[in-house]
């Protein structure tokens, strides 16, 4: 009895409710009365994209291999396959080729900026990203970012292998972080074609094959694996104004103890080129994608 006495006094008040629309002025005041957070800095919002980047190699672990196995299986198979034929033995060799190769290895898998860029924006994540209050660039800032990461860890395990095989650099400790700093440098800013491709082309395949059309005459026309006096003028005339030769170059020589500065002025002068003509583009490319 008491249960049905109460559920139709409850009935009965709900009846008599009465809905109000809420007033605008009400509304105003709980959307701008409250002090807005501060709007994060570049710096921040670029940092943050950087984590981004990095938890999703924390999740798919499988994104390190080209940082590890790849430069691994790079090293030992150029070392062994070369050395022999081309410097009569591989411990001569290695002191050659590892700057090289190393170079090599962090300007190839630049590539998966791109590849990143592209898969972000076929899920839709980049439309959420145009409708933060943040530094526009941020995102893309923090996924070269967080590549350099990747590129740290690819430097220290083809270092790492080529010790011990017998690389012995004579410029010791400074001499291969100065080399590996001033290839970061140049990854960086090399990287911000990939992100031009990235949003350009519409799937990954095609970015992945523009990719390596440009990156393989790069990489194998160049010093890299054998001096450019061995090579017909024609090829030397390329292979000496190649960006990725001037790279090569100047790690190979400050690895050794040098201070080779035309290749060094070379390095810094294209990476600024790479990020004013590439940046701009891809910039423009997002603001409109």
């Known amino acids: 009895m008491t249960t ?3 559920k139709a006094d409850t009935a009965k008040d709900l009846d ?3 809905l109000e629309t809420p007033k605008a002025e009400d509304l105003a005041a709980l959307l701008v009365g409250q002090e807005r957070p501060q709007r994060p800095s570049a710096v921040s919002a670029s940092v943050t994209f950087g984590w981004r980047a990095m938890l999703k190699i924390k999740h798919v672990p499988e994104q390190l291999f080209d940082v590890t196995a790849f430069p691994i299986m790079m090293v030992l198979m150029y070392t062994y396959l070369f050395g022999g034929a081309l410097a009569g033995s591989t411990q001569e060799y290695i002191q050659f080729l590892l700057p ?8 190839m898998i630049t590539m998966y ?7 972000d924006i076929s ?3 980049f439309d959420r990203f145009r409708t933060l209050p943040i530094w526009r660039p941020a995102p893309m800032v923090g996924y070269l970012l967080g590549d350099l990461i990747r590129y740290c860890i690819g430097s220290v395990v083809i270092l790492a292998v080529g010790m011990l095989i017998g690389y012995r650099p004579d410029g010791g400790f400074v001499g291969v972080v100065l080399g590996v700093a001033l290839l970061l440098v140049f990854a960086f800013s090399f990287s911000w074609v990939w992100t031009m491709f990235g949003l350009m082309l519409r799937t990954e395949k095609s970015v992945m094959g523009v990719s390596m059309m440009i990156i393989f005459p790069l990489t194998f026309l160049s010093n890299i694996f054998v001096d450019p006096k061995t090579m017909p003028g024609w090829l030397q005339a390329f292979v000496n104004n190649s960006p990725v ?6 790690v190979r020589e400050l690895m050794a103890g040098e201070w080779p500065a035309a290749d060094i002025a070379w390095t810094l002068g294209w990476s600024v080129a790479l990020v004013t003509v590439f940046g701009t583009v891809t910039m423009r490319l997002y603001n409109r994608k």
């Open 113 to 119: 900026t791109g590849i990143a860029v592209n898969t």
């Open 16 to 18: 008599e409710l009465v």
């Open 4 to 6: 049905a006495t109460t």
């Open 100 to 107: 090289g190769i190393l170079t090599m290895s962090i300007v």
């Open 245 to 250: 030769t001037h790279v090569a170059s100047a």
């Open 123 to 125: 899920k839709g994540v």
